[in-house]
């Protein structure tokens, strides 16, 4: 786009289909789960498009989407779930393209930097760890660190009061709907990415301030407040 750069002092990042590239993990551990169970296995594209609500919901996609689904499967399926993934969660997630180097420019650059994601915080820190993510950012606000998860602006309110920030110095990058809303209704101004995991959504409609087509993209559209 031809608009103005977005100035801002902190950049708030969705995890999932954002910053990292997690589908082939979380199809490893949906696979081994329906499994354990005696359903069949589902390809890793159709796991792309449940990835953004937290695990729950993801595993609960699973279940419907190859038989019956009660709470009490659910809790089973969840439980089994949750230590298959605690096996693989780092295999092959991995940041994608420009990621690295885009958020070490924006921390040589001054902003502060934090991920708000609705990934329970069990895998949230290991991987960022993992992914070598962790030491650029400033706050990590995982889907279970306040009472609801993303759409609801709460999580972001979190984040930018970890970061000392106000919504308007803020901007937050994503991938769906639910980083908008919740970066929207926070007050925020909001990047959205078209690559991610947007469930077949026309990013281009949801409201975002700008949209991108790749990571690297991301800075040419935020720049650096001027001092005050």
Same mark, same amino acid.
């Given at each position: 786009?031809?608009?103005?750069?977005?100035?801002?002092?902190?950049?708030?990042?969705?995890?999932? %289909?954002?910053?990292?590239?997690?589908?082939?993990?979380?199809?490893?551990?949906?696979?081994?789960?329906?499994?354990?169970?005696?359903?069949?296995?589902?390809?890793?594209?159709?796991?792309?498009?449940?990835?953004?609500?937290?695990?729950?919901?993801?595993?609960?996609?699973?279940?419907?989407?190859?038989?019956?689904?009660?709470?009490?499967?659910?809790?089973?399926?969840?439980?089994?779930?949750?230590?298959?993934?605690?096996?693989?969660?780092?295999?092959?997630?991995?940041?994608?393209?420009?990621?690295?180097?885009?958020?070490?420019?924006?921390?040589?650059?001054?902003?502060?930097?934090?991920?708000?994601?609705?990934?329970?915080?069990?895998?949230?820190?290991?991987?960022?760890?993992?992914?070598?993510?962790?030491?650029?950012?400033?706050?990590?606000?995982?889907?279970?660190?306040?009472?609801?998860?993303?759409?609801?602006?709460?999580?972001?309110?979190?984040?930018?009061? %970890?970061? %000392?920030?106000?919504?308007?110095?803020?901007?937050?990058?994503?991938?769906?709907?639910?980083?908008?809303?919740?970066?929207?209704?926070?007050?925020?101004?909001?990047?959205?990415?078209?690559?991610?995991?947007?469930?077949?959504?026309?990013?281009?409609?949801? %409201?975002?301030?700008?949209?991108?087509?790749?990571?690297?993209?991301?800075?040419?559209?935020?720049?650096?407040?001027?001092?005050?």
């Amino acid at each position: 786009m031809a608009d103005q750069p977005l100035d801002a002092a902190g950049i708030l990042l969705d995890l999932d %289909g954002t910053i990292l590239d997690t589908a082939k993990d979380l199809a490893t551990a949906v696979n081994r789960t329906l499994d354990e169970l005696g359903r069949p296995e589902v390809g890793e594209d159709q796991v792309r498009t449940w990835i953004g609500d937290g695990v729950r919901a993801l595993v609960r996609f699973a279940l419907e989407a190859t038989g019956e689904c009660d709470e009490a499967l659910l809790d089973e399926a969840h439980e089994r779930f949750m230590v298959h993934y605690g096996d693989c969660f780092a295999d092959r997630s991995h940041p994608y393209p420009a990621v690295v180097e885009t958020l070490r420019h924006f921390r040589e650059a001054g902003l502060s930097l934090a991920v708000v994601t609705n990934k329970a915080a069990a895998f949230t820190e290991p991987l960022l760890e993992a992914t070598g993510l962790r030491p650029l950012l400033d706050v990590v606000i995982s889907g279970d660190s306040v009472p609801v998860k993303k759409p609801d602006p709460a999580p972001v309110r979190a984040a930018l009061e %970890g970061m %000392g920030l106000t919504p308007e110095q803020a901007v937050l990058v994503g991938d769906s709907r639910n980083d908008v809303e919740a970066g929207l209704n926070a007050g925020c101004r909001v990047v959205c990415v078209t690559y991610g995991y947007n469930r077949g959504e026309d990013v281009t409609t949801l %409201g975002a301030q700008r949209v991108v087509e790749s990571f690297d993209a991301v800075r040419a559209v935020i720049h650096p407040a001027p001092a005050a």
